[in-house]
């Protein structure tokens, strides 16, 4: 994999070339940010995240296991305790509620790795430290004889440095 | 992450001097490199660091010795006297999973709330949670007379295939406090993985250098992976604010579920939330006060915050007084003999003490918090905390002893006296608390990095189309208190 990478300082000199690079079609890109921005996020325009689906998939999951799991044990093992029924869902909506919670929580987090593609175990190319310190970086994956272009771009945008990669 | 709203104008701030609001202004803060530099920098041990995590360590020693001679001699040796079977272990359970409630409540309800002043005292209050309810866990199992054998308490059959009974409240506790320690450890975790990436990239030590690379898990501080990390960040903290609702009503409901007197209420739900909350808070002020002092955060965790939070420790304390009242009408409306008698004891009985101390404490002193200067007076904060940690215990003590020590009979009435295993195994869970905090505070940030880079103003090349410039603060450096930052 051969790209450029381009490192800005300010914001909106990021902001300006990922404007530029969805215009000009060069290829994917990989914006690095300190902190999350609105206005990176307007920028680039992505659809909605995938990990709602996650959390709701998770939670419903969670709330029939908490249901079940509390009704099948009073099922196995059948003790009237204070003349109520033997599976009462009063009581087992804590069950239901807090088994939702926590699968729910543990589902967020998995769709969270999922859609966000990490743990990763070594840094892709590309990365620099000073994007988790201040600095802003925008990586593009241009075909061969579209790198020159690519240079050229972020460095009109405002990049302080730009390097190619592989 | 942290909520940035429309800065207030210059009008309206003239309006409402020294008012917190959601808008968060960290006047003295530049830059992102100021935030790195000085938060990082608060992470090299001192020696009085050295100090407090031997002072923890040692009262940790001291309470796993007793808790050692207490298995070796039994559960007797920790003053329970029939009919008074709770005690100590009980109160103080109930007094560290209250503490940890104030810190989902900051962390979580206000992100949803966008109430500003939480980043910058969050982080801390989120780990003391963690921190809070692993000390709680310890004591229903101190509490066992066989320890060994808490896990029984689990869905897992035991060598009979007998499985919990779980319509037992205790049971109900169990999947509580789990499902909380759970859920609050992966949000404090979760919420300090761009934090790590931060020290990772920072750092020169290889071996910590290494340690952090895998605690990030990689985080590159991509557009995808914040995409996504605020979207889940959302959905953990909606996930976590019930949670604060529903763990200290089913610890309520361990007491409320019986027909002891002063137990057997709706109230309690309610009332153990907010004196929950109450108490947390005021363990939030105990650490963070210093914590800002020592570390010279001041321009961080500015007057403002603990202003904000302040006011909500009146409001918490406003409740929690309500709820005192309520149980005095019920008692009263129930006609209950029992209820009515017991709570004449409750406050002329031999437990007066206690019942003085909680309501002085939790009642009459946070109404200093009505004035502005008593909020904005760190000393005075501090030395309330002090007041609203001792209240909140003594109110668990005033809770659970009285009630089990009179209860229908007059025969079974009884005294109630802690033996030195129980002070021990008490001050033992304090030391394990700070020994943790102090661990977590120098390895870890104590105030998010990332979020505060959020409201603190971005480099800008010009003024943008796109209204870039707008989010920033630019506000000059003019503290509100004079001194405030020195």
Request: with cysteine.
């Amino acid at each position: 994999m051969r790209g450029v990478i381009g490192l800005f300082r300010e914001l909106d000199s990021t902001c300006d070339a990922i404007t530029l690079l969805k215009k000009s079609k060069l290829g994917e890109f990989t914006v690095y940010t300190p902190t999350p921005r609105h206005e990176i996020e307007h920028a680039i325009d992505a659809g909605p995240s995938a990990v709602r689906m996650f959390t709701l998939v998770g939670g419903l999951a969670g709330v029939t296991f908490g249901y079940w799991i509390a009704i099948w044990i009073s099922d196995y093992w059948p003790i009237v305790v204070g003349g109520k029924a033997i599976a009462t869902w009063i009581p087992y909506t804590i069950f239901g509620f807090e088994v939702m919670v926590l699968i729910g929580a543990l589902a967020t987090v998995a769709g969270l790795f999922a859609t966000a593609r990490f743990p990763r175990i070594t840094h892709t190319i590309g990365y620099d430290n000073r994007f988790s310190h201040g600095d802003y970086g925008v990586w593009i994956e241009p075909s061969p004889d579209r790198m020159q272009e690519a240079e050229q771009l972020l460095r009109d945008a405002g990049a302080v440095e730009v390097r190619i990669e592989r | 992450m942290a909520i940035t709203t429309r800065p207030a104008t210059d009008v309206e701030l003239l309006r409402r001097p020294n008012i917190p609001s959601a808008n968060v202004r960290l006047p003295a803060v530049k830059d992102y490199e100021q935030v790195d530099d000085e938060i990082i920098g608060t992470l090299h041990p001192t020696a009085q660091w050295f100090i407090g995590l031997g002072v923890a360590i040692l009262f940790l020693l001291i309470g796993a010795s007793a808790w050692t001679y207490q298995i070796y001699s039994g559960l007797g040796v920790a003053g329970y006297n029939p009919p008074v079977m709770w005690g100590v272990y009980i109160i103080t359970f109930v007094f560290w999973v209250g503490i940890g409630h104030a810190g989902t409540l900051i962390s979580a309800i206000l992100y949803l709330f966008r109430a500003g002043f939480r980043t910058t005292i969050y982080r801390c209050a989120e780990a003391m949670t963690v921190f809070a309810v692993m000390t709680a866990g310890l004591f229903p199992i101190l509490h066992l007379g066989r320890p060994w054998k808490f896990f029984w308490l689990i869905p897992y059959p035991n060598w009979r295939y007998i499985w919990p009974q779980m319509k037992s409240p205790l049971v109900w506790d169990v999947f509580a406090i789990l499902t909380y320690l759970t859920v609050s450890a992966t949000f404090l975790y979760i919420g300090l993985v761009p934090d790590i990436a931060v020290l990772r990239d920072r750092e020169t030590n290889p071996i910590r250098k290494r340690l952090f690379a895998q605690l990030a898990l990689g985080w590159r501080n991509t557009d995808r992976e914040w995409r996504h990390f605020v979207r889940a960040y959302l959905f953990l903290a909606a996930f976590s604010t019930p949670l604060v609702l529903s763990v200290h009503s089913v610890v309520s409901f361990d007491f409320a579920m019986s027909d002891v007197p002063g137990w057997h209420t709706t109230v309690f739900p309610p009332y153990f939330v907010a004196g929950a909350i109450y108490s947390g808070i005021g363990m939030v002020f105990t650490i963070i006060i210093p914590l800002r002092k020592w570390f010279n955060l001041k321009h961080y965790v500015t007057i403002n915050d603990l202003d904000a939070a302040a006011k909500l420790a009146l409001f918490t304390s406003l409740v929690v007084g309500v709820a005192y009242m309520m149980e005095w009408f019920v008692a009263w409306y129930s006609g209950s003999p029992a209820e009515k008698q017991f709570f004449a004891n409750r406050l002329w009985g031999q437990w007066w003490w206690a019942s003085a101390l909680l309501y002085t404490c939790n009642m009459v002193l946070p109404l200093s918090l009505f004035s502005q200067y008593c909020r904005r007076n760190t000393t005075w904060l501090w030395i309330l905390s002090i007041f609203i940690n001792i209240g909140m215990w003594f109110e668990r003590f005033v809770i659970v002893v009285p009630s089990l020590s009179h209860e229908y009979e007059p025969w079974q009435w009884a005294g109630y006296r802690p033996t030195w295993v129980d002070y021990a195994i008490l001050c033992g869970s304090f030391g394990w608390f700070a020994m943790w905090f102090l661990l977590f505070i120098k390895q870890f940030p104590s105030i998010a990095i990332t979020e505060i880079k959020e409201i603190v103003k971005p480099r800008l090349k010009h003024r943008h189309a796109m209204g870039v410039d707008s989010t920033g603060l630019p506000l000059p450096f003019m503290p509100d208190t004079p001194g405030e930052f020195d």
